[in-house]
């Protein structure tokens, strides 16, 4: 079959322009990324974690409180007292009074209850006299206050510590704190890429291009969510979710062309010569592979939260930044480097191993299973489905901060409020309560005193009232820890039967809110937004590979691998994360659920990361298929073409993410980390390697039929070397 001119393809004639005008081109990226992060330093970030929207009972509870009590409208924080003699002594005593003075007087405090008082009575532990706590009321939403705020509260607190007299602080807004806390995790993902590059390499400046790409792209993409965390919600741990993607994706992409462009200096191609063909051939995978990740994260704006929207815009500039430095910034390097690396490239290695051709291991292995296609087949198989069989116990809810480290004052100050309250004083269910025409006083008490006899209620703390009497809070403190199922079922029991069995004809209305309702409100509509989602993706995803593979099979075959391949990282995330395998080498608090937006948010990236691997393998091998007709030659000089560099760059990928497991405190990241690694390394081993080359053996040339009306409607889109033909015969075919 006939094929196409590489250096006249649009992406040749780009590679062309950023070869020969290198220095223009990467004048042109230092001041895009000079630019961009010094508008962002200059605006300064404005991250916010606010996890929530919408119109749940817990928001419309929140609106309720903020109308009737606007003194009581924002979060509040617990400066928990741990002592070695009785908290009421005097000495004791005085300390505790002179810290709550100081800290009733910072900005944006707007009370301090003392468990000194009568109305903090209950905040001093009947079982543990040596534990206490006072609750530090701010004026606004944890999301919303000012980070140094609460800093300075926290700085306070401790500096009031002394020897026997120990201060911990909890809740929402000192989570804030935690959450802002750097990992180290990019430093150790670059390191790890940088031994992997030069192993495949063996050559510094080799190594270093694809490097460069990805940290251009990733700065960059750091300036954006800057400039946008001002207008939108943006979480503080967005910037390391970026740069765990960008990183990921921007060395492989680079790597890939970087790897053709060696090949062809190799073959004896000129090196403008070479970096077209890597640009028409490569770069051509690598821009649809990019797409493709691209529309799986636009489907994250399909959950309806303001903090994904911004966690994906960060995600999707990281990688189109890395994807457009691909095929960009990288010619340009070459253009710079093309002595060094063509010194390199042409070696008696490089000529050896095109000499021997079919004699490398791939090409072994890939006639093995095309030899075994049947056990290969139902091996693996049985392997990701063992895999995933963890995925169906997974539980959603936000965890609580049971699950920190150890050496953050939020979990110390979590053990102790359940060592002295009970796990459910770390969560407490705050009822909002409209009365009508300023009476109803006796049908409060019933409620109060209705909710005290619920079997999963610890303690209720007396109503409080607003001034005019419309309105009273009434605190309730569950048994269990916040993210315990238990609480889950208490919540929707007293907003199913309970709370309308005790007020009804009563006049009262009743909305059941406070931080762990919202939580458990928000993991109900993403449950239920998890089937479209997953419908937009796959079908969005099946349309392209349709078109570029002009195939019905393969794209279906695709979808249900990387459907299979992700089931399997759920499944490790479920079997570590919830039921505790291995999560002491992991470094997790303890066991926990699932949080709510992860697996959405994980679907959509490692959906996209999948399809990666599946054009960079699927368009060689189409390549071949063009140029021979022969379905299992084709697959094995794919394979064998493909291979190293896969697992170079899955390699780089596993590092990444993995990184982000040994060197980031946050559980949400170790857990985003190791899913994605997860994902890769089932996806270029057990899927690329084994269930595709076994399945694609088993169909034959059925694996490249498609209807020739469905052909004829499809849009024209080229991945690989080869020129499509004008049609496809049934003998091709059938």
């Given at each position: 079959?006939?094929?196409?001119?590489?250096?006249?393809?649009?992406?040749?004639?780009?590679?062309?322009?950023?070869?020969t005008?290198?220095?223009?081109?990467?004048?042109?990226?230092?001041?895009?990324?000079?630019?961009?992060?010094?508008?962002?330093?200059?605006?300064?970030?404005?991250?916010?974690?606010?996890?929530?929207?919408?119109?749940?009972?817990?928001?419309?509870?929140?609106?309720?409180?903020?109308?009737?009590?606007?003194?009581?409208?924002?979060?509040?924080?617990?400066?928990?007292?741990?002592?070695?003699?009785?908290?009421?002594?005097?000495?004791?005593?005085?300390?505790?009074?002179?810290?709550?003075?100081?800290?009733?007087?910072?900005?944006?405090?707007?009370?301090?209850?003392?468990?000194?008082?009568?109305q903090?009575?209950?905040?001093?532990?009947?079982?543990?006299?040596?534990?206490?706590?006072?609750?530090?009321?701010?004026?606004?939403?944890?999301?919303?206050?000012?980070?140094?705020?609460?800093k300075?509260?926290?700085?306070k607190?401790?500096?009031?510590?002394?020897?026997?007299?120990?201060?911990?602080?909890?809740?929402?807004?000192v989570?804030?704190?935690?959450?802002?806390?750097?990992?180290?995790?990019?430093?150790?993902?670059?390191?790890?890429?940088?031994?992997?590059?030069?192993?495949?390499?063996?050559?510094?400046?080799?190594?270093?291009?694809?490097?460069?790409?990805?940290?251009?792209?990733?700065?960059?993409?750091?300036?954006?969510?800057?400039?946008?965390?001002?207008?939108?919600?943006?979480?503080?741990?967005?910037?390391?979710?970026?740069?765990?993607?960008?990183?990921?994706?921007?060395?492989?992409?680079?790597?890939?062309?970087?790897?053709?462009?060696?090949?062809?200096?190799?073959?004896?191609?000129?090196?403008?010569?070479?970096?077209?063909?890597?640009?028409?051939?490569?770069?051509?995978?690598?821009?649809?592979?990019?797409?493709?990740?691209?529309?799986?994260?636009?489907?994250?704006?399909?959950?309806?939260?303001?903090?994904?929207?911004?966690?994906?815009?960060?995600?999707?500039?990281?990688?189109?930044?890395?994807?457009?430095?691909?095929?960009?910034?990288?010619?340009?390097?070459?253009?710079?480097?093309?002595?060094r690396?063509?010194?390199?490239?042409?070696?008696?290695?490089?000529?050896?191993?095109?000499?021997?051709?079919?004699?490398?291991?791939?090409?072994?292995?890939?006639?093995?299973?095309?030899?075994?296609?049947?056990l290969?087949?139902?091996?693996?198989?049985?392997?990701?489905?063992?895999?995933?069989?963890?995925?169906?116990?997974?539980?959603?809810?936000?965890?609580?901060?049971?699950?920190?480290?150890?050496?953050?004052?939020?979990?110390?100050?979590?053990?102790?409020?359940?060592?002295?309250?009970?796990?459910?004083?770390?969560?407490?269910?705050?009822?909002a309560?409209?009365?009508?025409?300023?009476?109803?006083?006796a049908?409060?008490?019933?409620?109060?005193?209705?909710?005290?006899?619920?079997?999963?209620?610890?303690?209720?703390?007396?109503?409080?009232?607003?001034?005019?009497?419309?309105?009273?809070?009434?605190?309730?403190?569950?048994?269990?820890?916040?993210?315990?199922?238990?609480?889950?079922?208490?919540?929707?029991?007293?907003?199913?039967?309970?709370?309308?069995?005790?007020?009804?004809?009563?006049?009262?209305?009743?909305?059941?809110?406070?931080?762990?309702?919202?939580?458990?409100?928000?993991?109900?509509?993403?449950?239920?937004?998890?089937?479209?989602?997953?419908?937009?993706v796959?079908?969005?995803?099946?349309?392209?590979?349709?078109?570029?593979?002009?195939?019905?099979?393969?794209?279906?075959?695709?979808?249900?691998?990387?459907?299979?391949?992700?089931?399997?990282a759920?499944?490790?995330?479920?079997?570590?994360?919830?039921?505790?395998?291995?999560?002491?080498?992991?470094?997790?608090?303890?066991?926990?659920?699932?949080?709510?937006?992860?697996?959405?948010?994980?679907?959509?990236i490692?959906?996209?990361?999948?399809?990666?691997?599946?054009?960079?393998?699927?368009?060689?091998?189409?390549?071949?298929?063009?140029?021979?007709?022969?379905?299992?030659?084709?697959?094995?000089?794919?394979?064998?073409?493909?291979?190293?560099?896969?697992?170079?760059a899955?390699?780089?990928?596993?590092?990444?993410?993995?990184?982000?497991?040994?060197?980031?405190?946050?559980?949400?990241?170790?857990?985003?980390?190791?899913?994605?690694?997860?994902?890769?390394?089932?996806?270029?081993?057990l899927?690329?390697?084994?269930?595709?080359?076994?399945?694609?053996?088993?169909?034959?040339?059925?694996?490249?039929?498609?209807?020739?009306?469905?052909?004829?409607?499809?849009?024209?889109v080229?991945?690989?070397?080869?020129?499509?033909?004008?049609?496809?015969?049934?003998?091709?075919?059938?």
């Open positions: 079959m006939a094929m196409s001119d590489p250096t006249q393809s649009r992406l040749g004639r780009l590679a062309h322009f950023s070869y005008r290198r220095k223009l081109v990467l004048l042109l990226w230092v001041i895009a990324l000079v630019g961009l992060t010094g508008a962002g330093s200059i605006l300064g970030a404005a991250f916010s974690n606010k996890f929530g929207g919408g119109n749940s009972e817990a928001i419309r509870a929140q609106n309720f409180l903020k109308a009737h009590f606007p003194q009581a409208a924002g979060d509040s924080a617990q400066v928990v007292f741990h002592t070695t003699q009785p908290i009421m002594t005097p000495d004791n005593e005085a300390k505790i009074t002179s810290l709550v003075a100081t800290l009733a007087a910072m900005p944006h405090v707007s009370g301090v209850v003392s468990p000194l008082t009568p903090g009575a209950s905040q001093a532990s009947r079982t543990d006299p040596t534990i206490a706590y006072a609750t530090v009321q701010f004026d606004k939403l944890s999301s919303d206050l000012p980070l140094q705020s609460i300075d509260v926290v700085n607190a401790e500096a009031a510590r002394a020897p026997g007299f120990d201060i911990q602080l909890g809740g929402p807004p989570d804030q704190v935690d959450f802002a806390v750097p990992g180290k995790s990019e430093g150790i993902g670059i390191f790890a890429a940088i031994l992997i590059l030069w192993l495949a390499f063996g050559s510094f400046v080799a190594m270093g291009l694809p490097i460069i790409v990805a940290l251009f792209g990733v700065g960059m993409s750091y300036g954006v969510l800057d400039i946008i965390s001002h207008k939108l919600s943006v979480p503080t741990f967005a910037p390391e979710l970026a740069a765990m993607i960008g990183l990921g994706v921007g060395i492989d992409y680079a790597l890939f062309v970087a790897t053709r462009f060696r090949n062809g200096l190799a073959e004896g191609l000129e090196p403008l010569e070479a970096v077209e063909v890597a640009l028409a051939t490569s770069g051509r995978a690598v821009l649809f592979a990019g797409c493709t990740v691209i529309i799986s994260l636009i489907g994250l704006f399909l959950m309806g939260q303001p903090f994904v929207v911004g966690l994906a815009i960060g995600a999707i500039a990281a990688v189109v930044f890395v994807l457009v430095g691909s095929l960009t910034l990288l010619p340009a390097l070459m253009g710079f480097f093309h002595k690396l063509a010194k390199h490239a042409v070696s008696k290695r490089a000529t050896a191993a095109k000499v021997a051709g079919r004699q490398t291991a791939a090409h072994r292995w890939s006639h093995f299973i095309q030899r075994h296609p049947w290969a087949g139902i091996a693996s198989l049985a392997v990701l489905v063992t895999l995933a069989i963890p995925l169906f116990s997974m539980r959603l809810a936000f965890t609580d901060d049971g699950n920190a480290p150890t050496s953050l004052t939020t979990r110390q100050a979590y053990d102790l409020l359940a060592k002295g309250f009970g796990p459910g004083s770390n969560g407490p269910l705050v009822l309560v409209s009365l009508p025409s300023g009476s109803g006083g049908a409060l008490d019933g409620l109060t005193t209705t909710l005290r006899a619920t079997p999963d209620v610890a303690a209720v703390v007396p109503p409080k009232l607003n001034q005019d009497g419309t309105a009273a809070v009434v605190i309730a403190i569950p048994k269990s820890a916040p993210e315990d199922a238990a609480t889950t079922d208490l919540v929707k029991n007293l907003r199913s039967t309970i709370v309308p069995q005790a007020v009804q004809g009563t006049g009262l209305s009743v909305l059941v809110g406070g931080f762990t309702a919202g939580g458990i409100d928000f993991a109900s509509q993403q449950t239920h937004r998890l089937p479209l989602v997953i419908a937009l796959v079908g969005l995803s099946f349309l392209l590979l349709m078109s570029v593979f002009r195939s019905l099979v393969v794209p279906i075959k695709a979808a249900i691998m990387n459907l299979i391949s992700i089931g399997a759920y499944g490790v995330i479920v079997a570590i994360f919830q039921w505790g395998w291995l999560g002491s080498v992991v470094g997790i608090g303890k066991v926990g659920p699932v949080d709510p937006w992860v697996p959405l948010f994980l679907f959509t490692l959906f996209g990361l999948s399809m990666d691997y599946e054009v960079f393998l699927l368009s060689r091998i189409r390549e071949e298929w063009l140029r021979t007709g022969h379905n299992a030659t084709a697959v094995a000089d794919g394979l064998a073409a493909t291979a190293r560099v896969i697992t170079a899955a390699a780089i990928m596993v590092c990444v993410f993995g990184s982000f497991v040994i060197g980031d405190p946050l559980r949400v990241l170790k857990l985003f980390g190791l899913g994605l690694a997860t994902a890769v390394l089932v996806d270029a081993t899927v690329r390697m084994v269930l595709v080359p076994s399945t694609m053996e088993l169909l034959g040339n059925a694996n490249w039929w498609l209807p020739r009306w469905l052909n004829r409607l499809l849009p024209k080229n991945v690989g070397e080869g020129e499509e033909p004008e049609t496809l015969e049934p003998a091709a075919v059938g």
